[in-house]
Protein backbone atom coordinates (compact mmCIF):
# COMPACT_ATOMS: atom_id res chain seq x y z
CA UNK A 1 0.00 0.00 0.00
CA UNK A 2 1.30 3.58 -1.08
CA UNK A 3 1.73 5.78 1.86
CA UNK A 4 0.78 9.32 0.84
CA UNK A 5 1.15 11.78 3.70
CA UNK A 6 -0.56 15.09 2.70
CA UNK A 7 0.08 17.98 5.58
CA UNK A 8 -2.45 20.75 5.43
CA UNK A 9 -1.23 24.48 6.05
CA UNK A 10 -2.57 25.70 9.51
CA UNK A 11 -3.17 28.65 8.36
CA UNK A 12 -5.34 28.48 5.29
CA UNK A 13 -5.61 24.76 4.87
CA UNK A 14 -3.72 24.48 1.96
CA UNK A 15 -2.89 20.13 0.97
CA UNK A 16 0.61 19.38 -0.07
CA UNK A 17 3.37 17.05 0.78
CA UNK A 18 6.26 17.98 3.37
CA UNK A 19 8.36 19.75 0.70
CA UNK A 20 5.26 21.29 -1.02
CA UNK A 21 4.41 23.03 2.91
CA UNK A 22 7.40 24.01 3.37
CA UNK A 23 7.89 26.10 0.22
CA UNK A 24 4.39 27.53 0.94
CA UNK A 25 4.95 28.21 4.27
CA UNK A 26 8.20 29.96 3.07
CA UNK A 27 5.98 32.04 0.26
CA UNK A 28 2.67 31.92 1.25
CA UNK A 29 2.74 33.42 5.17
CA UNK A 30 6.08 35.26 4.87
CA UNK A 31 4.51 37.42 8.09
CA UNK A 32 5.39 34.88 10.38
CA UNK A 33 9.08 35.37 9.95
CA UNK A 34 10.85 38.21 11.10
CA UNK A 35 14.27 39.15 9.93
CA UNK A 36 16.00 41.95 11.89
CA UNK A 37 18.77 43.97 10.77
CA UNK A 38 18.40 47.13 12.87
CA UNK A 39 19.86 45.63 15.71
CA UNK A 40 23.46 44.81 17.21
CA UNK A 41 23.22 41.56 16.86
CA UNK A 42 20.95 40.90 13.50
CA UNK A 43 18.52 37.81 14.31
CA UNK A 44 15.42 35.85 12.27
CA UNK A 45 12.55 34.58 14.31
CA UNK A 46 9.90 32.28 13.14
CA UNK A 47 6.60 32.47 15.26
CA UNK A 48 4.28 29.24 15.15
CA UNK A 49 0.61 30.52 13.94
CA UNK A 50 -0.95 28.16 16.70
CA UNK A 51 0.66 28.90 19.88
CA UNK A 52 2.72 31.84 21.39
CA UNK A 53 6.11 30.03 20.78
CA UNK A 54 8.45 31.59 18.75
CA UNK A 55 12.27 30.16 17.63
CA UNK A 56 15.23 33.32 17.67
CA UNK A 57 18.64 32.79 16.02
CA UNK A 58 21.01 35.24 15.71
CA UNK A 59 22.67 35.30 12.03
CA UNK A 60 25.96 33.99 12.00
CA UNK A 61 28.10 36.44 11.13
CA UNK A 62 30.37 39.31 12.20
CA UNK A 63 28.76 41.52 9.69
CA UNK A 64 25.52 40.87 8.64
CA UNK A 65 25.30 43.82 6.61
CA UNK A 66 22.30 44.79 4.87
CA UNK A 67 23.13 43.52 1.38
CA UNK A 68 24.13 39.90 3.29
CA UNK A 69 20.60 39.81 4.60
CA UNK A 70 19.25 40.68 1.48
CA UNK A 71 21.11 38.47 -0.41
CA UNK A 72 20.52 35.46 2.31
CA UNK A 73 16.86 36.11 2.99
CA UNK A 74 15.38 33.43 0.79
CA UNK A 75 17.89 30.90 2.56
CA UNK A 76 17.17 32.40 6.35
CA UNK A 77 13.66 31.96 4.85
CA UNK A 78 14.13 28.54 3.80
CA UNK A 79 15.68 27.85 7.07
CA UNK A 80 13.10 29.56 9.21
CA UNK A 81 10.05 27.98 7.38
CA UNK A 82 11.84 24.34 8.09
CA UNK A 83 11.93 24.95 11.78
CA UNK A 84 8.08 25.79 11.97
CA UNK A 85 7.19 22.91 9.86
CA UNK A 86 9.39 20.84 12.34
CA UNK A 87 7.27 22.25 15.24
CA UNK A 88 4.56 21.42 13.70
CA UNK A 89 4.87 18.22 13.32
CA UNK A 90 6.13 18.01 16.95
CA UNK A 91 4.03 19.80 18.88
CA UNK A 92 1.08 20.34 16.61
CA UNK A 93 0.74 17.22 13.97
CA UNK A 94 -3.59 16.77 14.10
CA UNK A 95 -3.65 20.30 13.41
CA UNK A 96 -1.64 19.99 10.23
CA UNK A 97 -3.40 16.60 9.44
CA UNK A 98 -1.20 14.28 11.01
CA UNK A 99 -3.50 10.93 12.79
CA UNK A 100 -2.30 11.80 16.38
CA UNK A 101 -2.06 7.53 16.79
CA UNK A 102 0.08 5.69 14.45
ZN1 LIG B 1 -1.17 28.51 3.95
ZN1 LIG C 1 3.23 25.97 18.12
Same mark, same amino acid.
Given at each position: ????SIL????????????????? =???????MVT @??????????????????????????????? @????????????????? @?? =??? =? @?????ERI??????
Amino acid at each position: MEEVSILHCPICREGSDYRGLHLH =LKGGHPDMVT @IATDVPRRYFEVRCPLCPESYRQTLKTGKAT @IEFVEEFEDDIRLVASD @IL =LQH =L @IGEHAERIGIPADR
